[in-house]
């Protein structure tokens, strides 16, 4: 089995952009440029033989991730058209996936117009509205949006899935990447461009899996090959430069003058920044409406040693989610407490606070939790999360840690209780050695100690 992907640019030298000032022009590879080495990296090389004696490709996923306007759709595009026509795949079954039609369609129509195009393909082609079947292979090319259009039983030679960062599931993604397993070469491509942070998506998960690759912290994938163009947080985005090392393509896909423009707004509006970092040098932007900003959150990072806060006055806050939500046991510690007598008010000062937290989740709430399950199990791995089982939170499992937690600790406690379910934990006072428990009362709308 052999492909012509290892040349310069090899099949992709015969097709033709179709749109804007690029129209007609044929794809060229430009010397030192990021996308002839993605596809030449990708589609052909390095190579390994199989147990039959075949070689094929080694690399079967690949990564591609830049700002908007870098020409990824079209080199996305460049590439199905490869896989479908020129990967000497009998049989091959390409698709072009994404969170719905309209973008699926994105690559899809572009890939269809360079095959009308090109004279050598276009005789041998058939387009419909949503597919391209190759009669003479047996192959085609289709659309998919959706796990509903192809359930469970697909073939994929290649695909190509169009911006990962907007999916909010990855049961379509991982459809397609399990649907290659018949394959001697299977290439599915992702494309995207940065996310808004959230580290529980499966955007978030292979960026994460490309860069820990990257960076060499974990062992080597040749079968995973990943670009990923972006600035950082602290360069200075209205820098040139900045933008030069963010954009691959600047000056050929996406002008200066355009990010000029974009940037000068973002300078204007501090409320589109965000948006300029994220969109136009792939910074993964948190969202900055936050009450705390996540670098101030960062910033008081640390191990806490509960053994050292023994005795220590604090206050305890408890929010019970019944179903979905999670339920939380919170304890703050003051790193000084001093009470001052200001016109006869006792006011407290702190220096700062430790945290201690204990949190559980139902087995229902977690199941129905998609999108943050890989965060989740992970913070059960780690302790950080109990789970319990059924769909309701076990409200006397919960009291029954919370005092095992306090006996062991002896600590003073003011146990403020944020949800309470009718009948359930009503407010008590008790104490049980140098454990004091007091009703939430007692600290809403005051800033006396009881």
């Not at 302790?383 to 002896?410: C, H, M």
Request: glycine share 8%; proline share 6%.
């Amino acid at each position: 089995m052999s492909t012509g992907w290892s040349g310069c640019c090899g099949p992709f030298g015969a097709l033709r952009h179709t749109k804007g000032r690029w129209a007609a022009v044929r794809s060229r590879c430009r010397r030192g440029r990021s996308s002839t080495w993605w596809r030449r990296r990708s589609g052909g090389w390095p190579r390994t033989r199989t147990l039959d004696g075949l070689e094929v490709r080694v690399v079967r996923t690949a990564w591609w991730e830049v700002p908007r306007k870098a020409g990824k759709s079209a080199l996305a595009s460049g590439a199905a058209t490869v896989l479908l026509t020129a990967d000497s795949e009998p049989g091959a079954e390409v698709y072009s996936a994404a969170t719905g039609k309209d973008q699926a369609r994105i690559v899809f129509n572009e890939a269809k117009a360079m095959m009308v195009a090109a004279p050598a393909l276009a005789r041998k082609v058939k387009p419909l509205a949503d597919l391209v079947r190759v009669p003479a292979t047996n192959s085609f090319f289709r659309v998919l949006s959706k796990v509903a259009d192809g359930a469970h039983g697909l073939n994929v030679s290649g695909a190509v899935v169009d911006e990962v960062h907007v999916h909010k599931s990855r049961e379509l993604i991982d459809v397609i990447t399990t649907g290659t397993g018949a394959r001697s070469q299977p290439l599915v491509i992702l494309i995207t461009t940065a996310d808004d942070g959230d580290e529980s998506t499966i955007y978030a998960e292979h960026h994460n899996d490309v860069v820990t690759l990257a960076e060499g912290t974990a062992d080597p994938d040749p079968s995973l090959y990943g670009v990923v163009f972006a600035a950082s947080e602290s360069d200075d985005p209205f820098d040139e430069d900045t933008w030069a090392r963010a954009n691959p393509g600047l000056g050929v896909t996406v002008t200066k003058r355009y990010l000029r423009e974009k940037a000068d707004r973002a300078r204007r509006l501090p409320s589109f920044l965000p948006t300029f970092q994220r969109l136009h040098l792939n910074v993964r932007m948190r969202d900055k409406g936050r009450w705390l900003p996540l670098p101030a959150w960062d910033a008081c990072g640390g191990l806490v040693d509960a053994d050292a806060l023994a005795g220590r006055p604090c206050f305890g806050g408890l929010d019970i989610g019944s179903t979905d939500d999670l339920c939380a046991w919170v304890l703050l510690f003051p790193d000084r407490l001093v009470w001052l007598d200001d016109a006869g008010d006792e006011r407290l000062a702190v220096d700062g606070w430790r945290i201690l937290a204990r949190t559980w989740i139902t087995s229902a709430g977690l199941a129905r939790r998609e999108r943050m399950a890989p965060a989740l199990h992970r913070w059960i791995d780690l302790g950080w999360l109990t789970e319990l089982p059924g769909d309701n939170i076990d409200i006397a499992t919960v009291e029954a840690q919370i005092l095992v937690f306090l006996l062991r600790s002896f600590v003073s406690v003011f146990l403020s209780q944020l949800a309470r379910p009718p009948g359930r934990m009503h407010p008590t006072s008790f104490s049980h050695g140098s454990i004091a428990l007091m009703p939430c009362e007692w600290m809403i709308g005051s800033s006396r100690w009881p």
